[in-house]
């Protein structure tokens, strides 16, 4: 039989470069296109042997290069985005520009193409902060910053264009955590357990209690690999992805961080004010349709372990929130500053 082809924008990010080799392990050939903004040639070497092919460039200005959609793929997965309220806030119309514009404009180039499934990387930051109840896929969406927004406006145009012959599925997923070749410091758990190791001390700036669904990215990888190959009699699905087991208070993270790296401890600013950024998400769907083999492997501890292993393979510096090699938003505005990226298509709004 032959390997399913899937082509993948924004495949060079923290969860590409995990997918990338998650699919390849899985014999499916991976089409990339990414404008490779937090790698360098060096990095992309490492991934270039579990993709059949990559074009680097911007999708803004590639997505009518022929050389791109020369092959009928099985599915289009769009991982391309500014990924944090951060990055949103900084960049709002280049938030909505790349997450939501021109993942329709890809979604309708694929759909005329005669390419039948579309993956798109969703968000259950949509739901907006309540930890009162656990949305579900019919809950009210309430999203409260620029990415969450342009997830919602992504979202509801894809729903629009799908069809019995071109089938979305919407994963909306949990907060990621987890190594990557393309590691991420401003991910709540990543950030816990660099803290834990590299200063031995886990400061949560709020009273801790607010409630986080996580998800590892080697998870998210086992979601879209479930999906590539899922058939639903509806032909647009939004699904949350994440677990009940993976669901804690921040201050519990900070716990179980500070009971696995020794020496460290652990400050709990316990005066400060609630943090009102607090939610919890149903993921019984997920639970029901995924089944055993897709269901999320990684529980905390296993994460925590993981990333342990690759924070002390790594020189990160005792400042590193503060680096723009570890935080994609400094990593952004440091690249406009030295004129690394093309300001044409990186306007600051
Ligand atoms: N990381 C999380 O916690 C999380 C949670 C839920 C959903 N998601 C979604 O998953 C997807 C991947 O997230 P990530 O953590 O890997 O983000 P990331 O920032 O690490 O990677 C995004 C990648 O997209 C590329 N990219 C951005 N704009 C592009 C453009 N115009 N043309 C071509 N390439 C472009 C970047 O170069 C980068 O390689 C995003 O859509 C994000 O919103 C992430």
Redesign the pocket.
Known sequence: MNNKKILV??N?????CVLNRFLYEENIDIYG???????NEESFNLQKKFIKRQVI????KEILNEDIWDIKYDAVI???????DPMGKRFANVTHQ??AE?CLKVAIEAKNRGIEKFIF????SMYGMSDNNFPNESSELSPMTE?AKS?VWAESELKNISSDKFNVLALR????CGSSP?L?LD?VLNDLVASAIINKHVEVLSDGTPWRPLVHVQDMSRAIRWSIDYQDQNSFLPINVGSKEFTFQVRDFAKFVVDSVPNSKLSIATDKAVDSRSYKVDFSLYESLSGSKYYPKFDAYKSITDLIECVNSLEIPNDFRASNKWM?LKFLENSIKMNQLNNELFKIS
């Open positions: 924008i924004g060079l990010g923290y969860v590409g296109v990414d404008a490779n903004w937090f790698g460039g911007d999708i803004r769009y991982l391309a985005a500014v990924s944090n790349i997450n021109f990387a969703s968000s259950c990415y997830k997923f949990a907060t990621a393309s991420r991910l994609r």
